[in-house]
């Protein structure tokens, strides 16, 4: 089974890090997201998954929580980007 992971840029990680100001679970910094990341992929490459990366951009995520409804966690990042991937697949 695949797995689907959200991407932001570097230029987009001090959007992000505004939108996640009282998320204590947003690293500190982009290089702890990247470091994360990579965790991340290398996880699901061990447990013989293919991991999807999906580029978020902030006004976008923003947008999508709004008209879900919900406000901006790291669960309802996960949710964007699986609904975007399968938007774009």
């Known amino acids: 089974m695949d797995s689907i992971q959200p991407s932001i840029s570097r230029e987009d ?3 992000f890090a505004l939108i996640f100001k009282n998320d204590h679970e947003f690293p500190d910094s982009y290089v702890i997201w990247s470091e994360l990341a990579m965790k991340q992929i ?3 490459l061990t447990c013989g998954k293919r991991l999807n990366e999906v ?3 902030p006004q976008e995520f923003v947008d999508y929580c709004r008209a879900c409804g919900q406000g901006v966690n ?3 990042l996960r949710a964007f980007a699986v609904a975007k ?3 774009n697949a």
């Open 13 to 15: 990680y001090d959007a």
């Open 42 to 44: 290398a996880n699901a």
């Open 55 to 57: 580029q978020i951009h």
């Open 74 to 76: 790291f669960t309802m």
């Open 85 to 87: 991937y399968h938007r």
